[in-house]
Each structure stands twice: as structure tokens, then as C-alpha cells.
């Protein structure tokens, strides 16, 4: 079966740096994009970017450029978001989810569990 | 950016009824050459990720009871729930997987009354 599983909740300073992993199995992992979404506390769903898992090649949403660097281990099917320069409005949830590889879009059918990031002085 | 509008915020319906959420695309996000929609639903449960219910607008995921259903095309679609069940309760996100960046209604919480 399909499973994205996500490293444990992080606790970081302003202007450091995190870096959240996704683990995924029961598939073959380069057929597929990784997105991640973040989740502000009560707030809504925010698309990071996506890795192509057989390329490594990124797009990420000009909010986070600069900041966010996704990439990804096929030898242990695992991918990796890492944002930097931290602040407090990225205490968040973020999550990993797949969606299949195609020249146009396509939707999110397995989502990991969740990774909370919380950033405070 | 193609904005993705939902209505409404909230939305509270007896055990039984029937549930309407509303979502509207700045953009279609309708392609032409294949005639799809590139929308889809989303429930999200307190403390858990989001789960796929129905795609290109009205495709049901596996699994997903069949009192979920999904229309409309080009920038207005709509999800309903035929008959609400307690387990319903939940916020539901739409999403346009057009273009990027990959955008999100602001959710609709769904409540019993």
C-alpha cells in the first residue's frame, strides 16, 4: 500500500533553517511528483512546490524562491524540503503529497502525515 | 495566480440533508483538448492530513461513499453530500492542479445542526 511518511516535528530559532523529509514506499517512487503543502495554525492549505521524483527537477511558488530548496534520494525513495531563513509566520504544518507525472497537471491521492515546524525564540 | 473562491465559510446541515459547497476559479481551469477539469475536492479532519475525494471535478476517488459527488465546469463547480453522516464533518478544500502555483479554496468548515 501507498505511504508517505514524513520526519518527526522540528522546533527552530528565527533565521535558522529546517529541513523535513517524506519517505515514501509501496509505489515506484519516480513515476510520481512530490508537492508540499503548509498549514498555518486554523489556517488553509498553501502550495510549496514540487520535485519531479525521476528528474529531481523543482518548480516552486515565487513566495517561497529563494527560500525553499526540495530534493530527493531515489536510492531510499525519500524526498526532502528545507526552507531556511525561518520566521515565526512559517510555524506550520507541512505536508508531502504525490501526484502522478504528466505533462500537465494532476491531483494529490496520498498525502504524508504531517510534519509540525514550530519557529520561536 | 488563479485564485480558487469558495462559499460558503461555514455551513452547518442536519444529520440526513443534503450539503452544497461552492467553488469558483479566477480562470477556467478547463482544458480543452481533453475536455478535463483539472479541479479537485479534498476533506481535511481536525488533526489529519487531507484526503482526496472526487477529481477532474467530478471523478470520485476510490473508496469515497458514492453520497459525494462532484460538478461543474470551466470556473464554477460544486460538491455535495447527498445525505450528511456525522463522519462528514470536516473543512473541505477545492484545488485547481492547472497551472502552477497549485492553489486552494480557503475551505469550508461543515458542521451538524
Same mark, same amino acid.
Given at each position: 500500500? &501507498?505511504?508517505?511518511?514524513?520526519?518527526?516535528?522540528? &522546533?527552530?530559532?528565527?533565521?535558522?533553517? &529546517?529541513?523535513?523529509?517524506?519517505?515514501?514506499?509501496?509505489?515506484?517512487?519516480?513515476? %510520481?511528483? +512530490?508537492?508540499? &503543502?503548509?498549514?498555518?495554525?486554523?489556517?488553509?492549505?498553501?502550495? +510549496?512546490?514540487?520535485?519531479?521524483?525521476?528528474?529531481?527537477?523543482?518548480?516552486?511558488?515565487?513566495?517561497?524562491?529563494?527560500?525553499?530548496?526540495?530534493?530527493?534520494?531515489?536510492?531510499?525513495?525519500?524526498?526532502?524540503?528545507?526552507?531556511?531563513?525561518?520566521?515565526?509566520?512559517?510555524?506550520?504544518?507541512?505536508?508531502?503529497?504525490?501526484?502522478?507525472?504528466?505533462?500537465?497537471?494532476?491531483?494529490?491521492? %496520498?498525502?504524508?502525515?504531517?510534519?509540525?515546524?514550530?519557529?520561536?525564540? | 495566480?488563479?485564485?480558487?473562491?469558495?462559499?460558503? #465559510?461555514?455551513? /452547518?446541515?442536519?444529520?440526513?440533508?443534503? /450539503?452544497?459547497?461552492?467553488? !469558483?476559479?479566477?480562470?477556467?481551469?478547463?482544458?480543452?483538448?481533453?475536455?478535463?477539469?483539472?479541479?479537485?475536492?479534498?476533506?481535511?479532519?481536525?488533526?489529519?492530513?487531507?484526503?482526496?475525494?472526487?477529481?477532474?471535478?467530478?471523478?470520485?476517488?476510490?473508496?469515497?461513499? #458514492?453520497?459525494?459527488?462532484?460538478?461543474?465546469?470551466?470556473? #464554477?463547480?460544486?460538491?455535495?453530500?447527498?445525505?450528511?453522516? /456525522?463522519? #462528514?464533518? /470536516?473543512?473541505?478544500?477545492?484545488?485547481?492542479?492547472?497551472?502552477?502555483?497549485?492553489?486552494?479554496?480557503?475551505?469550508? !468548515?461543515?458542521?451538524? !445542526?
Amino acid at each position: 500500500q &501507498v505511504q508517505l511518511v514524513q520526519s518527526g516535528a522540528e &522546533v527552530k530559532k528565527p533565521g535558522a533553517s &529546517v529541513k523535513v523529509s517524506c519517505k515514501a514506499s509501496g509505489y515506484t517512487f519516480t513515476g %510520481y511528483y +512530490m508537492h508540499w &503543502v503548509r498549514q498555518a495554525p486554523g489556517q488553509g492549505l498553501e502550495w +510549496m512546490g514540487w520535485i519531479n521524483a525521476n528528474t529531481g527537477g523543482t518548480n516552486y511558488a515565487q513566495k517561497f524562491q529563494g527560500r525553499v530548496t526540495m530534493t530527493r534520494d531515489t536510492s531510499i525513495s525519500t524526498v526532502y524540503m528545507e526552507l531556511s531563513r525561518l520566521n515565526s509566520d512559517d510555524t506550520a504544518v507541512f505536508y508531502c503529497a504525490r501526484s502522478l507525472l504528466q505533462s500537465l497537471g494532476s491531483r494529490f491521492d %496520498y498525502w504524508g502525515q504531517g510534519t509540525l515546524v514550530t519557529v520561536s525564540s | 495566480d488563479i485564485v480558487m473562491t469558495q462559499s460558503p #465559510d461555514s455551513l /452547518a446541515v442536519s444529520l440526513g440533508e443534503r /450539503a452544497t459547497i461552492n467553488c !469558483k476559479s479566477s480562470q477556467s481551469v478547463l482544458y480543452s483538448s481533453n475536455n478535463k477539469n483539472y479541479l479537485g475536492w479534498y476533506q481535511q479532519k481536525p488533526g489529519q492530513p487531507p484526503k482526496l475525494l472526487i477529481y477532474w471535478a467530478s471523478t470520485r476517488e476510490s473508496g469515497v461513499p #458514492d453520497r459525494f459527488s462532484g460538478s461543474g465546469s470551466g470556473t #464554477d463547480f460544486t460538491l455535495t453530500i447527498s445525505s450528511l453522516q /456525522a463522519e #462528514d464533518v /470536516a473543512v473541505y478544500y477545492c484545488q485547481q492542479y492547472f497551472g502552477t502555483p497549485y492553489t486552494f479554496g480557503q475551505g469550508t !468548515k461543515l458542521e451538524i !445542526k
